[in-house]
Each structure stands twice: as structure tokens, then as C-alpha cells.
């Protein structure tokens, strides 16, 4: 569900109509409803309440917007996090380190001085190196650091290839066998805790079956794991659950909650979840004005304002988007078009083959659920200053990052 509807013809984000949004930013725009957030987050939450008080981490790769993650601080949020960028950000709104898991496929000494520093729950690690290093970052820092196992539980979840992150010849964790190895090994590392084991095997996942077989080979792991006396207590089954693009893909939380609850429950550990696209994804649009309709052939493109450089998915995954004009004007003919950006590159654009109102330029086009990885990908590729990003609550709004200048394409370069 989400609170972007059209009345009486114009698209409302919350209580606000989007027109009068662009009006005063201009565009491109993202436009973000905080009650779509907040609703996402609580029922995540709910889903999963039966594992009693779980940590509904918020990956902040989706979105890392400053005032967003304050609304889910403020809602009682955890984190996880990627980097120490994207730490900074929450340590720059207060959040506190007992609130934030730190993850990521590599850090670096820099890194992990500033998780240690501020006391992240843990180190989500994925190398036998980082575990290394971490165990002498924190030996400098007199500290013992709490990490967690990344496994890699060789499951196909169904979803883009590109989206998939726990299956054979992926990047990410460690294989059970080297998991098993390496867990024998660090008990006689005297600077870090094994206390949690985690997994995320890809986004936009919606079938549960993965999330189950995934689930049972890593219990199956926990256990050995404490056979040799290592404290588990975090069980974190990553993020991945699917949004709707297209219309009703995707499924409740408290289906997979539902299927995988007994499961956690055997473990005795406490859940942490890790969701991005699932609690921002429906919760923001991007919203472009059309600056040119052209016909080649007997192919129509309509080209927008926005492009790659704003909204990557397309490009990258072939992502399906959902548009619609911020204004409906009934009785308009529809067209068949590609609705592309005014990159220079044949893999920018939003939409193929897509059927549209006969839009016209100076008109404006809603691309739906883009507020996961939305602006978080985006460049100033083609020299284009990124967009402002606007919150709505009820019938306020705020711009919560303005739209970059010229200026500030150049503010870091010396010449
Ligand atoms: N956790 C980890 C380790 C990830 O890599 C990701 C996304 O790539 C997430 C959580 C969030 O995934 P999603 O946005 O699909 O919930």
C-alpha cells in the first residue's frame, strides 16, 4: 500500500497534490510520503513481533536521506549499514551505536576504528581477512569486537541474477564448509565475539521457499557453532522482501514472518531483520517533466528531464516502473512509447514499448515506487546536478535535500 493517489484527476501524495510540490522545487523531483514509511516499518515490525522484540534494521543503501532516517529513528528504528559514510550519517542524527549493525562485503581500518568507536551492535563480516583485521583494529582499541558470520546459503531466490546475493559463484559470504573452517579458527582470536549469524540472500524477493531452505541450513550452522562454544545470540535474516512495481507482486510481511517463525524461534536468538527496499520502495515517486515528444519511424520516444543519472533501475536491471501523468486529462489518446531520459546512452530510459497518454511537453510524468534505490544510485553523469528530494507529512511538506547547482558539479574540482 501506499498514500499516492489521484483525486479528481491530480496525483496527491499524502494530503499534498504533487503539482503543487513542483511548482515551487521545479524538477526532477523525488517526492517521498513519510506515512508510507512509517506504515511499511510498523508492519514489518508487527510480522515479525512473534520472535519477541526484534530489530527492524534499516538498510540504509535504499535511502539514505538524512530526514528520513530521522522518522525512523524516531519510530524506534535499528540501522545497517555499508560503510563509513553511511555511518557518518547516522552518527550525524545521534543514533546510537547500540542501534546500528555494521555490514558490507569489505571494510576497511578506517571503517571499522569508527564502528568500533561508536559501538555498533556488530560487524556483519564476509572475509576471512576483515575478520582479521577487525580482530587487530580492535586490539589497538583495546576493545572486543561482536561479529556476525555472513553465510551463503546456495539458494536460488528468484529474482533478477543481478539481484541475488546468496547463491554459488555470488560475491557475498561465506560458503558453509569455509564457514565452518574459519568459526573452528576464531576462537582463538581474543579480540572479537562470534555473536550472531546473518544472512541476505537478494532484494525483491517474492517467494518464500528461499528465505525457508536458506533459513534451515543456517540453524543448522548455529548449532555447530555453539557446540564449539561460540556465545550466538543475533540471528539476522537480511532484507530482500519484495515491493510491488507492477501492481499485487508483492507479498505481507507476515507471510514470510509466518513461514519462518518457528524456525527462529528454535534458535533462541534475537531476530534482526535488515529491510530497504520493503519499508522506503513504495514510499517515493520521481516525478519528471516531458520536454520532448518525438516520433522516428513509427516509434514514439517521450523524453523527460530525468534520466539514468536519476533513476537507474531501469537501465541497470531492466526495472519495471509504473508511470502515470501527475495530471490525468480524460479522453486523451494513448501512445505506445519509450519514455527515456536526455542521457546520452541507449540503456537510459524508463520505460519500452510502454502505453501512455499522448503526453506533451511541459507536462509531468509520475515514475511510481522509486524510493528505494532511487536517488541512492544516482550520478551527475551528462554534468546534471541530482535532484531535491521532498518529505510529506499529511498536508506539509519539506524539502529534505534541495536540488544540487551548477555550482556544486564544481565545488570539489581544482584547476
Ligand atoms: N542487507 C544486505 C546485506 C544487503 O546487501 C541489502 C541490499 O542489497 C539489504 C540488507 C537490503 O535489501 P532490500 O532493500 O532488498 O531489503
Redesign the pocket.
Known sequence: MDFFKYRKNRLYCENVPVERIIKRTGTPVYIYSGRTVLTHWRRLRSAFAAAGNPLI?Y?L??NSNLALCKLLKRAGSAF?V?SGGELFRLIKIGVPGRRIIF??VAKTADEIKLGLRHGVLMF?VETRDEIMLINRVAARLKKTASVAL?LNPEVEPATHRY?T?GQKGNK?GFYLPDAERLMKEMLALKHISLVGL?M?I????IRVSPYRTALKRVVKFLEKCRAFGHPIRWLDI?????IYYHGHEARPARVFARALMPLIKKTGCRLIV??????V?NAGILVTRVLSVKKSGAKYFVICDAGMNTLLRPALYGAYHKIGPVTRRPGRTVLTADVVGPICESGDFFAKKRRLPAVKPGEYLAVFSAG??GFTMSSTYNSRPRPAEILVNGSKYQIVRKSETYQDLIRLDRY
Open positions: 534494521s538498510s543503501k535504499a545497517e555499508v555490514g558490507g556483519n555472513r539481484l546475493t557475498f546473518h541476505h537478494g532484494s525483491q524477493i537480511g532484507g530482500g522482501f519484495g535488515e529491510p530497504g527496499r520493503f519499508i520502495g528505494a534505490y
